[in-house]
């Protein structure tokens, strides 16, 4: 590791907010990660990870701790116990889109529709990333990591990190702690080896986006250049010259609500049914069984509503901005909140804070914001 010049975090994230840190370590390799974070963890010290800067979004003042930046890269190709998948092992710095383009050009199939989210792959399951109806948690396989209470690196599968939607026992959702105080420091999928042919589309959010109508194979080249080309026109693909893409992607997460409140809304509202666990079991031990099987508990069924149309209907127009505010909403897309150049965190937190409000007072729900908050409130 490497302690270097405290780099203000405004030029290392993409919502361009936040003063240099007290401290910066820049860790290269996997044993450098390792040792930056027990040498800060034995100071006690505050600190925070901070891979591609996508999600997060960092409050004004100096930040009175040590930012360790994760710069580990390396993608190396294994062995699946699966007949037709391929298994990989990528570092947590390694850029996501870098890796997506990897996957495709070697006819991996399996998070192609992911092209083109920005941050690292480390990151990606702390938020169980997804898009247009493809999420990490459906082809990852384990992840190694080392723990902040014991400082001890193990390997994790999939099955216990409490994958959901976009959370999982490592996000520090708003007005919470994570569940487990870990950092990921490598990422392990199966993806399904196609080739140049590609594979059948299934997932609906999927074949609308790309205007699928028939049931034939799909290259994953063709899949991911027209997901690109849809993030771009939406504004969610950096481009320095772009003011619109100086967000930290969606702002607020789509409303996961009980299908009661769901039927309130307009019926205009875009809306996806989330799936229960029809799959679940109930076991009775042999020698416990008494000739009665109790009822199956009832499950409530759960609707995500669209957030971006819940904004625009609550008057909030793509472009608007508060009075006197360097912040605004996207001109491409309402769920984004942009720096539209010079904006302090708390001109981009006033005006979500006012969007939060009228989308309150207008279908009563609260939109919880998507990014990591970093000294900073809501």
Known sequence: MTEITPIPLSQLTTLRTGAAPERMLDATTTPELIDALREVWSRGEEWFVLGGGSNLFVGDEPYAGTVIRVLTSGIERLESPHAGLVRVRIQAGH??????????????AGVEAMSGIPGTVG??????????????????????????LTGEVSTVPASE????FRTSVFKHHYGSVPQRHAVILSVT?????????????????????????????????LVRDEILRI???KGMLLNPYDPDTSSAGSFFQNAIVAESVARQLPPECPRWPVAPDLDAVTIIPLGAYEGY?????????????????????A????GFKLPRSRAGVSTKHALALTNRGGASAGEIAELA??????????????????????????
Do not use: M
């Open 95 to 108: 850029d996501w889109d870098a890796f997506v383009a990897y996957t495709v050009e070697h006819g991996l």
């Open 123 to 148: 990151a990606a399951p702390v938020q169980n990333v997804g898009a247009y109806g493809q999420e990490i948690q459906e082809t990852l396989v384990e992840v190694e990591l080392i723990d902040e």
């Open 161 to 164: 990190l409490g994958l959901g």
């Open 189 to 221: 999928l199966d993806l399904a080896e196609v080739g140049e042919a590609g594979r059948i589309v299934r997932g609906e959010q999927l074949r609308r986006a790309l205007g699928l109508t028939d049931e034939k194979p799909v290259p994953l080249a």
């Open 231 to 233: 993030r771009a026109s």
């Open 293 to 313: 099987v109790p009822p199956t508990s009832t499950v409530r069924s759960e609707v995500k509503v669209s957030a971006g149309w819940l904004i625009e209907h």
């Open 315 to 318: 008057g909030i127009s793509k």
């Open 353 to 378: 804070r006012f969007i939060q409000a009228r989308v309150h007072a207008e279908f009563g729900l609260l939109l919880q914001p998507e990014p990591v908050l970093v000294d900073v409130e809501l």
